[in-house]
């Protein structure tokens, strides 16, 4: 068994004597620490190098977590870190303490290679928050190849300008630009990128050291195809979530009103953990997920019925247009 | 597809003018209706029935729930209706309802059947919350065969006379009995009060008109296992739940302390709804759960590495003797 006390094998910044310190100075006596699923196998190293520092109880939160929508805060802890996530400013949650995991990782070099990709001449530079302090960089390197950047400023659901979350790509549609350069690994928030805007997106994976385009296209369609079938259900389940962050009750209460005076049979269910198997209880020819927006375009194979945004449940409704796709987002105050 | 409003085939009452009168007291504008899973299907049913006796927004809770320690309650909803259980008068929760759905089965003609199994003379009668009602005319039909019968009072944890949960059975252990009989279906129950109390336990299920009894050796075979695997290990994941009326985090702590003074690692990880692939994010060479103690019992063989219940853990550590199997349980104030 590997031992689950060790350093990680890169280097990361946990910010263990910030947190010491905050411990320390909030007299914490339990606090529990948050990663997301990639950072979760670390929880036990850094549990144990915040005890070596100061004399608190470390507890590991066990549940899945993919996003700074989705804090594990309660009664029973001081303090909760939560790591690799910004905060939302828009999410006022007391007692909450966000060490941002942001990497070392040179990106200059994938963005040399993404330059033979991108066409120009008005860029706008997106990443996530594991690279937002590269972004300066990152335009000096793009206009000293004659490009002309932008680097956005999103809603209040982002805090980093250039930042875009799977659910907020705000920060992208606040500046006017030809196509979007998108800095990070995997191809979820570049794809958001390009559902969102409508634009071409070249993506540049500084880990990988991997470019791609991802194709919008190809997710519109199979949407539509999703629309299409939902055409045919007479009954709804309409789903709540509620984890602090992703808490729409009134959209959906509104959804299922527009549907029952359609003719439609609707009820709504919350769901704090959305599976598959967590359905088969709540029988529906068609799902409409209020929670995450990115559960219906990422995961829809893996759901029996059609799992609808309520943007692609209001055009089943007949209340929206079927001509324009439209991002199902959370948004945040808008920036001054 | 199932009209998920129908009636449910068997009649049940969920109580729904009740409901509907405390909706109207309290003014409730919002509710959550939460069912065990047996009985979540008629939750569609439930909520159309309410809303068509009061103008009330009706929530079905989707999560998964085994238990009145398993309360869905947040700032939310006015008013919360538990389904399927009833009250854990330890635990003090706020705006929640328990409908507890009693079973109209007769179960005399299978108490009839389960006299030929009882040996006596001195009967301990137990059942759930389902039947509760019928055990006054079950101790007089034993009465009435000669036998010596006690239905004894449980501690907080439990509401009713000769009521057990899956992890309570202080009713049984409150009676002198050589034996006891449970009323009631499925072989959870009746399992657990034959390793609770270690005596024979006659099971007497209404519904399939069938008896039965546990072997409680087995299962304690099988847990000696388990603990015998869990001596070799070094590393030790104290899991802590965070369901209403799981919660054990000072149990948790004291155990990994227990453990890292003897030389053993150990961490502590909290998790709301325990699961296998849950774990896989924390590697471990056994785990020690505080939370609901039948996951460790029923559940063994769905987990990689012994889950061990905090008393089974204590037999490891070598602070507790191994030649007597004592039953992990939730315990509520004794009773007068």
Chains 1, 2 share one sequence.
């Not at 109880?57 to 996530?85: I, T």
Request: proline share 5%.
């Amino acid at each position: 068994m590997p031992n689950v006390f060790d350093r990680p094998s890169v280097e990361m910044d946990f910010e263990i004597e910030r947190i010491a310190k905050l411990v320390e100075e909030d007299q914490a006596r339990v606090i529990r620490l948050q990663f997301p699923e990639g950072l979760k196998r670390y929880g036990p190293h850094v549990a144990k190098r915040i005890k070596q520092h100061t004399d608190v109880a470390v507890l590991l939160s066990g549940d899945p977590c993919y996003g700074a929508c989705d804090l594990d805060c309660d009664g029973e802890v001081d303090l909760l870190v939560h790591f690799g996530h910004a905060e939302i400013p828009a999410l006022t949650v007391k007692k909450v303490h966000f060490v941002e995991v942001r990497s070392d990782v040179d990106v200059i070099p994938i963005v040399n290679e993404a330059l033979g990709l991108i066409k120009g001449p008005r860029v706008g530079i997106v990443t996530n928050v594991q690279h937002v302090h590269t972004l300066d960089s990152v335009r000096r390197r793009l206009e000293s190849a004659g490009l002309q950047c932008s680097i956005g400023s999103g809603d209040s659901r982002t805090k980093y300008p250039g930042q875009v979350l799977g659910c907020n790509f705000s920060s992208a549609r606040a500046v006017d630009a030809d196509e979007y350069l998108y800095i990070g690994g995997g191809a979820f928030h570049a794809l958001g990128v390009a559902l969102a805007t409508g634009k071409r997106v070249v993506a540049a994976d500084p880990f990988l050291h991997r470019t791609s385009i991802p194709d919008a296209d190809l997710i519109v369609k199979q949407r539509y195809a999703v629309v299409a079938k939902a055409l045919d259900a007479q009954t709804f389940c309409v789903l709540a979530g509620t984890k602090t962050g992703q808490r729409r009750l009134d959209l959906a209460f509104e959804l299922v009103e527009h549907a029952v005076k359609r003719g439609y049979d609707a009820y709504t269910v919350t769901i704090n953990e959305l599976t598959p198997w967590t359905l088969y209880q709540f029988p529906a020819e068609a799902y409409v997920n209020t929670a995450c927006p990115r559960v219906a375009i990422d995961d829809a194979s893996l759901f029996k019925a059609p799992m609808l945004t309520p943007i692609e449940f209001e055009m089943v409704l007949g209340k929206r247009n079927l001509s324009e796709y439209i991002l199902d987002e959370f948004s945040g105050a808008t920036r001054r």
